[in-house]
């Protein structure tokens, strides 16, 4: 520490000088007018750092330009088209679904009306009668119940034939089906003998044969009429 006024080093805490007895703790105006300004000049480049930074900050956070694209008209025929196209197809789907379902019943019943014809004019009045009585409402019902079993069956029916069609196997797409509908005819009449010898096996145990005849009769005549129209 030096003396403000003749430069003579001084000790820590001393407030006159030794040498020239000047007070180290006045400072004159000059002093306090530059101590001032400089402070005066240091709030004013606060101020304007504080304005740029509030600037940047609205500009950051202003509202932006938002772009919106405007569609050509060629990207709105394509997108009419594409959910033109959905609903199109569907219907298209639909309509042909509702019209196979008809046909596939019609002709199941026609079939078996036609078959008790052909067994009336061979003499086989009773057959006829159980053909036309039983197993035209019998087939119509179980044409519109099952048909979407059986489109699944045709169409891996169709599938299969391809695979063997391309591996080179002359097979007609009538043997596929009757072979996968051989197998499900098996399997019908085989479930149908399974839970019949079931229920026959436990009445017989039970002693309740005539009310097991009484009970599953007409499942019986619908085995032997399936029995008989398979094979």
Known sequence: MFCIKCGEKLKRGDKFCKNCGQNQLAITNSEESDNNNLLGSEDHDNDIDDIERENELISSNGPQTVTIKKESFIEK???????????????FLY???TILQFLFVAFAGLSMIG????????????????????GTPLAIGLASYFFIFFLALAILALI????????GFNISFGNVWDGIWLVIKVLILGGMAFFGISSFVQAV???ELVSFFKENWFYILIFFFLFWLFF
């Open 160 to 167: 299969i034939w391809g695979i063997i069609y391309l591996f």
């Open 205 to 207: 145990k039970k002693n």
């Open 77 to 91: 025929i394509f997108k009419g088209a594409g959910v033109g196209g959905l609903v199109v197809g569907g219907g």
């Open 115 to 134: 078959l008790a014809i052909s067994l009336f004019s061979e003499g086989s009045i009773i057959w006829g009668l159980v053909a036309l009585f039983i």
């Open 95 to 97: 309509i042909s679904f």
